[in-house]
């Protein structure tokens, strides 16, 4: 019982939310902990169903960011007073940082080039948002 007040917690965490496996929660958790222990505790605790969701949650989130960003930018676009271009610049900067999303620049290889470079999002607020 005394492992399961230890590491429970910590292995419940690693599973539901940052989604690792049990096989990778026994290396993270230094072999304290049994395989079969993890599966009985995820069988038990029903882990399963609330990683499940904690990933919908997530995307719903996403969802909702990527929503507001989107009609901030509309906004801005039709109406681009200073108070709309800061509220879709933290509209942006909020998809970016749950997104993960990093900008690029002149030495990023072609093949890693998947989002915005610096050039791109300045042609942005030129063409779109007239701004310079």
Do not use: C
């Not at 690693?14 to 902990?33: Q, R, T």
């Not at 605790?45 to 507001?68: M, Y």
């Not at 990023?108 to 080039?113: A, G, K, S």
């Amino acid at each position: 019982m005394a492992k399961q007040a230890l590491y429970y917690d910590d292995a419940k965490r690693l599973f539901v939310f940052e989604g690792f496996s049990l096989d990778a929660i026994v290396g993270l958790l230094d072999n304290h902990v049994a395989r079969k222990t993890l599966y009985n505790w995820k069988m038990q605790g029903n882990w399963e169903d609330k990683r499940k969701k904690h990933l919908n949650k997530a995307k719903d989130l996403q969802t909702d960011l990527v929503d507001l960003a989107e009609l901030t930018i509309k906004e801005a676009k039709a109406n681009p007073t200073p108070h709309n271009i800061y509220a879709m610049s933290r509209a942006l900067a909020a998809l970016k940082a749950y997104q993960g999303v990093k900008l690029l620049d002149k030495e990023t290889p072609p093949e890693d080039r998947k989002g915005l470079t610096p050039e791109n999002i300045r042609q942005i607020e030129k063409e779109v948002l007239g701004l310079e």
